[in-house]
């Protein structure tokens, strides 16, 4: 497949890159076609360094140069049967509705998920997982990506998403993660709350994060973790749900000062996720 200059905006073969704009659209054309985007070089080659596979990659001429190895070993391109669409700026833009200024993107096949057991039984190796993440109903992408990048530099084994949590391979999730969401496995939750007991018995602690009377300091957790810790994370506005909290084995609290009660959740994951680190 060679490299296809592209004059028309509205040639039906871009159609997985149209309107990317449109939080609603995506939100449900993504996971329904099997595909996500991928946005900016680095987050392509991250992509592509796990197996991901490409369906295809759109950009600016002047970025086929600096590309082209990825390209190349992507198989797109002149030598490759991945279409490489490239178009002058005025009609990327028409196309996706924002400037393209990070390079590229590229239209790449979702992996399938994995189940829970097998996904925490891979991680360290095979050892199994020590550290989660559970993220309970968070709709904000950029919250997603963020807790992303926090659980890929501060340890965390793996991340499970509740069902009606925000996508994590949404474009901005994608971006704002830079591209470490396919570094961290992850998989979603068939049930909720239900599904944090497959947590329990593989071994593992399950701590919600919440104000609570009977909730206890991340220091005092900090001080004598748990070999197999699960930290839960509630949405943005009313934190975890009762149902979390009462499926949780203990409640913690962030020690807090200024008169402040709590941090954003994508803040509030970092400093836990570094307190209980192994």
Known sequence: MPVVRIT?????????????TDVALRAKHEPAKGLYIA???????????VGHRPRSFLMAERWLADLAPTLAAAGAGPDGDVPVYVGEPEVLEAITGFHLHRGALAAMHRPPLRPVHELLAAARDGAGARRVAVLE???DHT??????RSAAALGVDAVLVSPRCADPLYR????????????????RLESWPDGLGALQADGFTVAALALSDDSVSLDVLAD???ERLALVLGTEGDGLSRGAVDAADLVVRIPMAGGVD??????ASAV???AVRV
């Not at 028309?8 to 890159?17: Q, S």
């Not at 919250?143 to 992303?148: L, Q, S």
């Open 172 to 187: 901005r999730s994608v971006r704002v993660s830079m591209g470490t969401v396919f570094q961290v496995p992850w998989t």
């Open 8 to 20: 028309d905006p509205t040639d039906p073969v871009l159609a997985d890159y149209t309107r990317l």
């Open 143 to 148: 919250n997603v990506g963020a807790i992303f």
């Open 272 to 274: 836990a996720f570094w």
């Open 137 to 139: 109903d968070i709709v």
């Open 224 to 226: 004598a973790p748990p």
């Open 262 to 267: 709590s941090l954003n959740v994508a803040a």
């Open 39 to 49: 946005e900016s070089s680095t987050v392509i080659r991250r992509a592509l360094a």
